[in-house]
């Protein structure tokens, strides 16, 4: 690959994804996209990306090729299927998987695609479309040293800041603490905002108050955002976060800890809130 600017491969351009994509491409690297339904492609036509018909002819022509599906099992199907990433990667290419799932498939991942000398690393994002359209996505990272620095200028098109954490599942299990912790938040802001009503205080006036107090939170600030109530949320997330919260369940549970149950309590709070359990 010598000094050549990298090709980029892209897999994943739904609301978070999508934003990513154009960025990469908009930002001087030959891309390359595919998608199971060609619609979900029609918004690049006025980018410079090209399309391709398979993950693996997307590899062919791709010295990084990025992950942003939902799931394990899609990261899974997409990399080792018939036709998945895999079956087109050359020796020296990298994978990242920004998606969030467990560490342990991306140390899988890694024991097959390491017969093809093919590096992964995990760099699961946080931020939303948003963040990635004005760069400022958070990348949190796991992997060799080597390939995370190879991909960095790639990531610096969306994403800042970009911290590497530690080897392979390192960025995954942080995304999960994190998600752990919003989630926890949630529960405590809500149920400070109804024990707030109950004393007579508006929820919007004491919502405004607390975003410029010191105990402002993002959790709350969704909450706020969205009429005071979790509905939203409960919608457009609240599997994904029944998810992230049983994934980090088991990581705890499988090093032997405890489970702490000041954060796990106030998660699962949160989501009974939103009619879940994990």
Request: glycine share 12%; net charge negative.
């Amino acid at each position: 690959m010598g000094g050549a600017v990298m090709r980029v491969g892209f897999i994943g351009v739904g609301s978070q994804g999508g934003p990513m994509a154009r960025r990469i491409a908009e930002g001087g690297y030959p891309t390359t996209l595919w998608a199971r339904r060609a619609a979900s492609l029609e918004p690049f036509a006025d980018t410079p990306a090209t399309t391709a018909n398979s993950p693996a002819e997307l590899a062919e022509r791709s010295d990084l090729v990025c992950l942003c599906v939902v799931g394990d099992a899609d990261v899974r199907e997409v990399v080792t299927g018939e036709s998945g990433v895999l079956a087109g990667m050359a020796p020296g290419s990298i994978i990242a998987i920004h998606s969030t799932v467990h560490p342990d498939t991306c140390r899988e991942l890694a024991e097959l695609s390491a017969a093809q000398q093919v590096s992964i690393i995990d760099a699961p994002v946080s931020g939303g479309g948003r963040a990635a359209e004005s760069g400022n996505l958070l990348v949190m990272v796991g992997g060799a040293t080597e390939a995370v620095e190879r991909c960095r200028p790639v990531f610096a098109t969306y994403a800042d800041p970009i911290v590497h954490l530690g080897d392979l599942g390192a960025g995954q299990a942080t995304k999960l603490l994190n998600n752990l912790l919003f989630t926890a938040n949630l529960a405590t802001a809500m149920s400070t905002l109804t024990l707030g009503k109950a004393l007579g205080i508006s929820p919007d006036r004491l919502g405004e108050v607390i975003t410029h107090g010191t105990a402002n939170s993002f959790a709350l600030g969704r909450i706020t955002s969205a009429g005071g109530t979790l509905d939203r949320l409960a919608y457009h997330a609240g599997d994904l976060l029944r998810k992230d919260v049983g994934l980090v369940a088991r990581l705890a549970e499988a090093a032997g800890i405890v489970e702490p149950g000041i954060v796990f309590g106030a998660a699962d709070a949160a989501l009974t809130m939103m009619d879940r359990s994990r």
